[in-house]
């Protein structure tokens, strides 16, 4: 059964920091890894999206990394911001089967001006 | 483009009362999910539909809880009797046939009593 864990659960940062969320997953047959963002009382938005043949993706100041044999992936935020915080969630899509996707707890973000 | 719409926003009821939730796609999706986040947690797949045909409800508690995907394109969530660990926001998501992004709407935060 595929399980995904982020740690910390929380964090908080002063505004500037360069910030590393990590992601780890227990079974390497994955599909493609996803990095959302939660917003309080809102759905989730999806940041980046990386592929298993792929290393990592890029978006502005987000960039995502994806290590499947070792089940981790990170995503480093540049010069973070106040509009930064929120909730980040790790999902995969397991090989095979549905588009379901396995999603971690998510860990709290707050950026301090 | 129109987001995903779901209603109501909020719901509060008693336990073994009976509640129903609504989703309106993204126009053109053929995917639909309805995902269950208790506090705390990441959210959880209950079932996902293709069209009006169901993919995968394996993680769906069937007796009781129901979902419908009548013309293919909006969907209810039921609940039937509700217990009180049933407290949490559901989710409903959609994606377009051949692409990996869900879209996901702003959820409805049910609270059973």
């Known amino acids: 059964k595929q399980e995904v864990t982020q740690i910390p659960a929380a964090l908080s940062v002063p505004e500037g920091e360069n910030l590393v969320l990590n992601c780890s997953f227990t079974?390497?047959?994955?599909?493609?890894l996803q990095w959302f963002r939660q917003d309080p009382g809102k759905g989730l938005t999806s940041l980046l999206l990386i592929q298993s043949s792929q290393r990592e993706q890029t978006s502005g100041r987000l960039n995502a990394s994806l290590d499947k044999s070792s089940g981790r992936s990170t995503l480093y935020i540049a010069a973070s911001q106040p509009g930064d915080s929120a909730t980040y969630l790790c999902a995969v899509r397991p090989e095979g089967g549905s588009e379901k996707l396995v999603f971690g707890k998510g860990m709290k973000l707050t950026v301090n001006p | 483009e129109a987001g995903v719409a779901q209603s109501p926003r909020y719901k509060i009821i008693e336990k073994r009362q009976s509640v129903a939730f609504w989703c309106n796609p993204i126009?053109?999706?053929?995917?639909l999910y309805w995902y269950q986040q208790i506090l705390g947690q990441g959210p959880k797949l209950l079932i996902q539909?293709?069209?009006?045909?169901?993919?995968?409800d394996s993680q769906l508690p069937k007796d009781r809880f129901s979902a419908e995907r009548l013309k293919g394109v909006d969907s209810t969530l039921k609940i039937q009797p509700a217990k009180l660990e049933d407290s949490a926001v559901y989710l409903c998501?959609?994606?377009?046939?051949?692409?990996?992004?869900?879209?996901f709407g702003p959820g409805t935060r049910l609270t059973v009593l």
């Open positions: 998501a959609s994606s377009h046939p051949g692409t990996d992004t869900q879209y």
């Open positions: 126009s053109g999706h053929a995917t």
């Open positions: 539909f293709q069209n009006n045909g169901v993919v995968d």
């Open positions: 079974d390497s047959a994955i599909y493609n």
